[in-house]
């Protein structure tokens, strides 16, 4: 009986420094996060990437609703 309590904890001592060697071994990310232009809201002022803004007669808006209200507001 003692044998085998002996084998079950070398086991889980084995497994445990398994782990911690796979997670040591991970090669670092060369990945850099892609780096966007920020752009500001010529009505509110929120700062958006360019990507997800609504250009207009040069100007960015970070939604419909702020370039139909920056339009009316010019007529």
Same mark, same amino acid.
């Given at each position: 009986m003692k044998y085998?309590?002996?084998?079950a904890v070398l086991y889980v001592?084995?497994?445990?420094?398994k782990k911690r060697q796979s997670v040591s071994v991970k090669?670092?990310?060369e990945?850099?996060?892609?780096e966007e232009r920020m752009v500001l809201c010529a009505h509110c002022g929120v700062h958006l990437p360019e990507?997800? &803004?609504l250009q207009e007669?040069?100007?960015s808006f970070c939604c419909e609703a702020h370039r139909a209200a920056a &339009?009316?507001?010019e007529k």
């Open positions: 085998l309590l002996l084998i001592l084995w497994r445990v420094w090669p670092p990310s990945r850099r996060p892609l990507s997800e &803004a007669h040069g100007r &339009a009316t507001s």
